[in-house]
């Protein structure tokens, strides 16, 4: 299903109304919810939960990751049929599953009483208001990780501010002969890049879904072309890689000590120690190099939540079981999604807790690596996602693709998403501002 044929706002916004509110009936017995996700380890958080719940039951599907999920479910709901009664969706995908009028607003089922167990910046990313779409579970503060032996090896220091970062990296390619990098930029993640614009003070876009037929698309900001020009001395300069992540040139980069730092976010940790398990040991983490220095600017790569869909029969039993799976109450389970998982919880009172601030991380040589992820947790700010992500996210990778194999000038690439985006907001009924 392609963004345009799913997301034509001017039919969308009037096809349903915010069904789902009220159960038609009682239930007599125990409830059976079906949940989607994809979260690592969650078979033991779901049958942790249905140990502990004798009038709910979850009935947990894996129906593919990202997209591969999404696509199934605007399948289902636009049916009226095949959804489960909750699923899990990334904070950057709440505005388009909201806008088509399948989400159950939450805050009708107690969930703003819970609303103190986050900070600002993640409840306004599932909520308008009074209303909720979603219950956070967790997020992705970025900092720096770093091969420690290697800048030992090559008299590196930990740079505080990108300035510094550039420096050390042209420190680096000269002491090792080109061998080693300082980074991989990975041109194909739209969350990598648009993390690193949020914490620049870039907003590309003012959505609110309170007022859904209109948009402000700010994608070619100052803020914005800052980051891409920056990157684009990095890239032309050879200081930087650009395998592709997720790919295994990335992932022999990594294990190898090619790349002397990774840009990480919360998650970054747990999935360093998959992939590169032969560098235990041998990393640290630090916080993310700053614009200004001194400054305390952060931005997030990922981040998800647990919304319930207009097809749960009694969606106030969903809701329970949104509000509940990964509450901040729920530290068994949180157990299982920080150690096994490697999830980053935005849970305030998980967040807080000596369990995991103070968690050594034998990977990282014994070192409490949440004292870098959670002061950049608690410094994000506010941020707003497009209606359109996968068009978004598409259009940002393709023009950085194109930047980096020098089809055109880096900041005219935001240029052109800029013109590319209005058009296509304008396109699907969306009032442009």
């Avoid at 489960?84 to 969930?111: C, N, R, S, W």
């Avoid at 990296?169 to 648009?194: Q, V, W």
Wanted: glycine content about 10%; hydrophobic content about 40%; overall charge negative.
């Amino acid at each position: 299903m392609t963004a345009v044929a799913a997301f034509t706002a001017v039919t969308l916004v009037a096809c349903s109304s915010d069904s789902g509110d009220e159960p038609a009936e009682k239930p007599t017995g125990p409830v059976t919810i079906k949940l989607w996700a994809w979260y690592p380890e969650f078979q033991g958080v779901v049958d942790l939960f249905n140990k502990t719940h004798s009038d709910i039951k979850i009935e947990w599907t894996n129906a593919g990751a990202g997209q591969d999920q999404y696509t199934k479910l605007q399948t289902a709901l636009k049916a009226g049929k095949g959804a489960p009664d909750v699923a899990m969706l990334e904070f950057q995908e709440i505005p388009t599953f909201q806008l088509t009028k399948h989400l159950v607003d939450l805050g009708k089922h107690g969930a703003n009483d819970v609303k103190g167990d986050y900070v600002d910046w993640a409840w306004k990313q599932v909520s308008a208001g009074d209303s909720v779409y979603a219950i956070p579970v967790d997020a992705g503060p970025m900092a720096m990780l770093y091969r420690e032996d290697i800048f030992k090896q090559y008299s590196l220091t930990v740079p505080k501010t990108w300035d510094e970062y550039k420096q050390q990296a042209e420190k680096l390619k000269a002491a090792s002969g080109g061998k080693n990098f300082i980074t991989d930029f990975g041109a194909n993640d739209g969350g990598f890049m648009t993390g690193l614009m949020w914490q620049a003070g870039a907003k590309p876009y003012t959505y609110d879904v309170s007022n859904p037929a209109n948009v402000g698309v700010n994608v070619n900001s100052a803020e914005a072309k800052q980051v891409m020009t920056y990157w684009e001395g990095m890239v032309n300069g050879g200081l930087v890689d650009t395998k592709a992540y997720g790919t295994t040139d990335f992932y022999n980069g990594l294990g190898s000590g090619k790349y002397a730092t990774y840009l990480a976010a919360g998650w970054g940790p747990g999935y360093l120690q998959s992939i590169a398990k032969a560098t235990a040991g041998k990393w640290k983490a630090a916080p993310l190099p700053q614009w200004t220095a001194g400054g305390n600017a952060q931005g997030d790569w990922g981040g998800s939540s647990f919304a319930v869909t207009d097809q749960a029969k009694y969606p106030d039993i969903a809701a329970k079981v949104a509000m509940e799976i990964f509450g901040a109450k729920n530290t068994e389970a949180w157990k299982i999604g920080i150690d096994k998982a490697y999830l980053f919880p935005t849970a305030t009172p998980i967040l807080e807790s000596d369990a995991f601030t103070k968690k050594e991380y034998e990977f990282f040589g014994g070192q409490k690596v949440n004292e870098v992820f959670v002061p950049a947790y608690n410094g994000i700010t506010e941020f707003a996602w497009s209606p359109f992500n996968n068009y978004n996210f598409n259009q940002l990778t393709t023009v950085l693709g194109q930047a980096v194999e020098k089809k055109t000038s880096w900041t005219a690439a935001l240029d052109t998403m800029q013109q590319n985006i209005s058009t296509y907001a304008t396109q699907q009924g969306f009032k442009v501002q």
